[in-house]
């Protein structure tokens, strides 16, 4: 047996004891073989790739076929070894993961192959679901070994983790490689607001951990004497989550990060609820935290009970409280299958059936069939696997489950398609209630349909709906039905949105600029184009933003405009040493610092002669100066030549975590430096991070590296520099 591949039969032998070695082994060799002249980014030899693929896979206990399939997933597309080849080597069933799992073809074009690969991998995995187990550890691999790649593919691929393979671990309840998916990603998109996190992270580490010990041997001896068997340990904290906390609950970092997790793991189901019961006798329950995964598992085959109580000190924590079995799927998830198939069975034991967790899947493959536009189908992906789920009764009692906030049309849809084509009202829980009304968990709902044969879906059910099958299947069924009233609603809809911008509407409208955008947009005509906006498949703002981007920019901006300028307070008159610039040939003239770029001693500049306001200095590399080129007879040589009452505006930007009485401690920073601030303006965004711009007055330039590093180490600031002005 070859040395290379002991690391991997030791963990086989650990996790799958029943597992082929030999064929394994065979497996090994083809693919070294055929990849044996081709090298890794990193210079490693491209076998140690696969080898590392199916090490990941073997950790998570899956069979051998799929150990086979992952060693030589890369075999078909990357070398001479044909897929007949393969076939009559291996079989069928490896043969088909390693179709599967092959990329469409080398070509690129754009995101319309990336929704094509991504297609092709729903397909296959609905035909055999190992196909996406070997993907994603496949993805975690090259996500380790990413520094070796350019930065845009990084960032490509990091994007694509988050949207879509981490959510799609999640789909299948393998926890583990999403965790580390995400963290990947997150450190390699956003590097200085995971550092931030991490900072964080460490500076609260030794208090919290004290905390987590008395509450684990506090939990511990009150199950010791109810006599029941568990291990209690605290639960990982992964940066990637904390961050998302602070999103979703629109809480500060503290308040996440205090509340302390655990997770109790015991023999059985009955054990479970015991340890609930005794954990309630301790400590207070928060009303509305329980949650009963045990009863009613969740979509990805998740089963727990979840508790909140109120601990020690008056703190917050979290419990979840599970089977060992239970442990290893929340953990591994689909691919636990392979090591407690015994297990999958039905009912009250706490056993989950296989075939439900597969329903995703299954209207994943009929969406796939529905829509033409790949473009599309991604999209309703990405949606569907960012919310999470509400379970819903029908009148007979069976259970449906739907995204996060859906409405009764929303499961019109998931029942039939005619139904949600037909549907006119709704009943939940006995009252008639409005269409849009949100469906919350445990809810019956019963629709009631129209016998019309005239009956069809209401444009407006688009601004509500929740699910990716709705929104298909009524933009289906306006597609077929009302296509030119689409052209018409996409027409008025681009020439609002550029009246609403003032924007020169016969210029940008015009044929080809119209023409030259569908064809980008991968639509065969502006007909389509206009359609595409009325049936809500492209916003009339993002048209109108690439059509302005296609002409070079909202354009004309007026000379006076492009160079508002704001003066330098300064002693006396306004000439070019006050202003600590001189212009060649001339000392006397009227210097001022154009407010755009706000240069500072340092700075390479240019100066430009404007109509009745003197010369107006630029930063080299403003924005504006391109426009000012234009005119080269205006353009004037200007050097520094500060003095002791030259006053200099600068601009910084401050990129921070959101949390409260931040505004406050960056003002409060700025003013211990002794810079005057003269304005200030935040914004927060949807991701919780605050962007702060702060213009002030600074005597010596050079005292700004000072002020910089002085907000940096501000709490939850991960970036400031300076800034060309309002226009960055």
Not at 41 to 68: F, M, N, Q, R, W
Not at 141 to 149: D, I, Q
Not at 256 to 264: A, N
Not at 371 to 378: N, Y
Request: with cysteine.
């Amino acid at each position: 047996m070859s040395q290379v591949l002991e690391p991997l039969f030791r963990t086989v032998r650990a996790t799958h004891p029943k597992a082929d070695l030999r064929l394994i082994q065979r497996a090994y060799e083809v693919a070294a073989h055929h990849h044996r002249d081709q090298k890794r980014k990193s210079g490693d030899p491209y076998i140690t790739h696969p080898l590392a693929v199916a090490t990941i896979l073997a950790e998570l206990g899956t069979d051998d076929e799929t150990l086979c399939a992952a060693l030589l997933h890369d075999t078909v597309e990357d070398t001479a070894y044909s897929l007949d080849e393969l076939r009559a080597d291996f079989g069928d069933k490896i043969a088909l993961l390693v179709d599967g799992v092959t990329k469409l073809d080398k070509v690129k074009f754009g995101d319309a192959a990336q929704a094509e690969t991504v297609r092709k991998m729903v397909v296959a995995m609905s035909r055999d679901i190992r196909v996406l187990v070997i993907k994603l550890a496949d993805r975690l691999h090259n996500m380790r070994t990413m520094r070796y790649l350019p930065e845009h593919k990084r960032h490509q691929k990091s994007r694509e983790t988050l949207e879509i393979f981490a959510p799609l671990a999640h789909r299948l309840g393998m926890n583990t490689i999403k965790w580390e998916l995400e963290d990947l990603a997150f450190a390699m998109l956003y590097p200085k607001r995971y550092d931030e996190i991490a900072r964080m992270v460490s500076e609260r580490a030794p208090r919290r951990d004290l905390f987590l010990q008395e509450v684990i041997e506090k939990v511990s001896a009150d199950l010791r004497e109810a006599r029941i068997r568990a291990e209690v340990k605290g639960r990982p904290k992964h940066y990637y989550s904390v961050y998302q906390k602070m999103i979703a609950r629109d809480v500060a970092f503290d308040d996440i990060y205090d509340l302390v997790g655990i997770r109790v793991l015991v023999e059985s189901v009955r054990d479970c609820y015991a340890a609930l019961g005794t954990i309630h006798a301790r400590w207070n329950p928060v009303p509305g935290r329980f949650k009963d995964y045990i009863a009613m598992p969740k979509f990805n085959m998740y089963q727990s009970l979840h508790t909140t109580v109120i601990g020690p000190e008056g703190k917050p924590v979290e419990l979840q409280i599970r089977t060992h079995g239970m442990h290893h799927r929340a953990e591994y998830g689909v691919a636990a299958h392979w090591k407690y198939k015994e297990e999958v069975g039905a009912g009250p034991s706490g056993k989950v059936k296989q075939g439900n967790d597969m329903a995703w899947l299954r209207q994943l493959l009929d969406w796939q069939k529905e829509t033409s536009d790949p473009g599309e189908f991604l999209e309703s992906l990405r949606f569907d696997l960012s919310v999470s789920e509400v379970y819903v009764f029908t009148p007979k009692g069976t259970v449906i489950a739907l995204p996060e906030g859906a409405t009764p049309v929303d499961f019109a849809y998931a029942v039939h398609t005619e139904v949600g084509h037909r549907c006119i009202g709704a009943r939940v829980n006995g009252r008639l209630v409005p269409l849009e009304s949100r469906l919350g968990n445990g809810d019956t709902v019963e629709i009631f349909t129209s016998k019309s044969p005239d009956a069809g879906p209401s444009r407006d059910w688009l601004k509500f709906v929740k699910s990716g099958r709705a929104r298909n299947k009524i933009r289906q069924w306006f597609s077929k039905e009302r296509r030119e009233t689409a052209i018409e609603g996409g027409k008025e809809a681009i020439g609002r949105a550029m009246r609403k911008q003032g924007l020169p509407l016969q210029r940008l409208m015009s044929g080809e600029s119209l023409l030259a955008l569908a064809r980008d947009l991968r639509y065969p005509d502006v007909s389509s184009l206009y359609a595409a906006v009325g049936e809500g498949h492209v916003s009339a703002q993002a048209v109108v933003q690439k059509l302005v981007a296609s002409i070079g920019g909202v354009e004309g901006a007026e000379e006076d405009i492009a160079e508002t300028a704001l003066p330098t307070r300064l002693k006396g008159r306004p000439r070019g040493g006050g202003a600590g610039v001189v212009v060649a040939g001339d000392g006397d003239v009227w210097v001022r610092l154009s407010k755009c770029c706000t240069p500072v001693p340092g700075d390479e500049i240019v100066g430009f002669v404007t109509r009745g306001h003197g010369v107006s200095v630029h930063r080299a590399d403003c924005t504006n100066v391109q426009q000012l080129k234009e005119q080269p007879d205006r353009l004037v040589e200007v050097s520094w030549s500060p003095s002791e009452d030259s006053v200099f505006l600068v601009a910084i930007q401050v990129e921070a975590l959101d949390r409260p009485r931040l505004l406050s401690d960056v003002t409060r920073t700025l003013s211990d430096q002794h810079v005057n601030i003269l304005s200030a303006s935040v914004t927060t965004s949807r991701d919780r991070v605050a962007i702060s711009k702060f213009t002030f007055e600074m005597g010596d330039p050079k005292h700004l590296g000072h002020v910089l590093k002085a907000v940096r180490s501000i709490q939850g600031v991960f970036d400031v520099y300076r800034v060309s002005g309002a226009g960055s």
